[in-house]
């Protein structure tokens, strides 16, 4: 499936979605303008989504992501809900939000958390360009995300590289945890700046994060 | 020597790449030693010199149940009330086939508008593999009341192979639904306030559910 070289604006649940084990997906060089959010992720494999730029998400109101009962709002441009396997997002360039999309990217649980069988396993968060949303840039939401699976054969886990998320309302990036779920998550070669609580903020527990702190 | 220099205007590029597209299909047709494909056009042959027929009604329903697979249509300026189920491997043509939706699409007149509007269900219903929607402008549909699930600009179901290219779609539920099928493209289009059905499965450019 590829989607590529488009233009979406004024869709208000977002301009793409993707759902219910749809594979293959190629999501490249579009752009967003007034959308809810960008692109919606639930239960995916194997999809690129890299070198989309997008702006001004949440401007002209918003439509649930999912009807319901109870109708479910994103809270992000870009929305990572739970069962997603092997799902890259890369070189996007993401600018300014308003309530209820709060964040640039979200591993969220808005849509439910994401244990096992529907956990997040290996997903690349790399080289994005994110500014100005009224929340965070780049947030793992609690329990939601897990780079070290157990019982699988797949490679690497999950990471956060290279990105640069300037003057968002909360945190640059947020990785959240009470538990071990979003622990040993590497984050490598971040630029944050300018954003209003702190740039980096972890609050997982376990070992094998690699180079965060909260500054 | 003196390089010459031709510029077209938008009715004669149509032209042109309708003329071009249909001389391809006869040519690969003939090499294969098959029937030549018909070039289907509405509302009338006059739309593109390449026509070989035209349906009666004029309509691009009427068009896709007489076409068979390997078939061209294409589809003049105007606005067409309609729902059209595709149940062949066939390619159809509108007005802007082969211009990038998001550049210089801002006049009406110039487009084939297929409004579903009052149908109740998808404006373009993908029931085949290799279909090729290439060059309208899609809308009006939306989900109150329909008696199909999910009506959108143009909704593919378990098929592959479709290509939606150079496309408007706008104010409907959703401008493209994707439902199984896979190794399709949709490239260069413009997807715009796809808000209609309010609340219920509404609000998206594209939604994929579930395709491999």
């Known amino acids: 499936m590829v989607i590529t070289e488009n233009e979406f604006t004024g869709n208000k649940a977002a301009a793409v979605g993707s759902m219910n084990e749809t594979q293959d997906a190629s999501i490249t060089n579009n752009t967003s303008e007034n959308d809810g959010s960008f692109v919606i992720f639930i239960n995916t494999y194997w999809t690129h989504f890299s070198h989309n730029h997008g702006k001004n998400f949440g401007h002209t109101g918003v439509l649930p992501a999912l009807p319901g009962p109870p109708p479910i709002y994103a809270d992000a441009a870009v929305v990572i809900g739970p069962g997603n396997l092997f799902l890259v997002i890369s070189d996007n360039d993401l600018e300014k939000g308003e309530a209820p999309i709060s964040n640039g990217i979200a591993f969220t649980t808005v849509f439910g958390t994401s244990t096992a069988p529907n956990a997040n396993w290996y997903l690349n968060v790399i080289n994005n360009k994110i500014e100005r949303f009224p929340g965070n840039g780049i947030v793992a939401e609690e329990e939601l995300v897990s780079s070290t699976p157990t019982g699988t054969l797949y490679g690497p886990g999950s990471f956060i590289v290279g990105n640069k998320v300037s003057d968002n309302g909360l945190d640059g990036i947020f990785i959240q945890g009470a538990s071990t779920y979003n622990s040993s998550i590497p984050l490598d070669d971040n630029e944050a700046e300018g954003n209003h609580a702190f740039d980096c903020h972890d609050t997982s527990t376990g070992t094998g994060t690699l180079g965060t702190g909260n500054t | ?212």
């Open chain 2, 1 to 212: 020597m003196r390089r010459l220099r031709i510029r077209l205007n938008d009715q004669k590029r149509f032209v042109c790449s309708a003329a071009m597209a249909a001389v391809f299909v006869l040519l690969a047709g003939g090499a294969n030693g098959l029937a030549a494909p018909t070039v289907w056009c509405v509302p009338s042959l006059s739309v593109n010199p390449s026509c070989t027929m035209a349906p009666t009604p004029h309509t691009i329903s009427k068009a896709v149940s007489l076409a068979s697979s390997g078939d061209t249509i294409i589809v003049g300026p105007g606005t067409y009330n309609e729902s059209v189920t595709i149940n062949a491997a066939i390619t159809l043509l509108g007005a802007q086939a082969g211009n990038d939706a998001r550049v210089n699409r801002h006049d009406p007149a110039k487009e084939s508008t297929v409004d579903a509007t009052g149908k109740g269900s998808s404006a373009f219903y993908v029931h085949e593999e290799s279909v090729v929607i290439d060059g309208f402008t899609v809308e009006g549909a939306h989900s109150y009341g329909s008696p199909t699930p999910y009506p959108a600009g143009i909704y593919v179901g378990s098929y592959k192979y479709v290509q939606v290219l150079n496309n408007i779609l706008q104010n409907s539920s959703t401008g493209v639904y994707q439902y199984g099928g896979g190794q399709d493209v949709i490239e260069h289009n413009l997807f715009r306030n796809n808000n209609e059905g309010g609340e219920v499965d509404s609000g998206y450019g594209i939604f994929l559910n579930g395709v491999p």
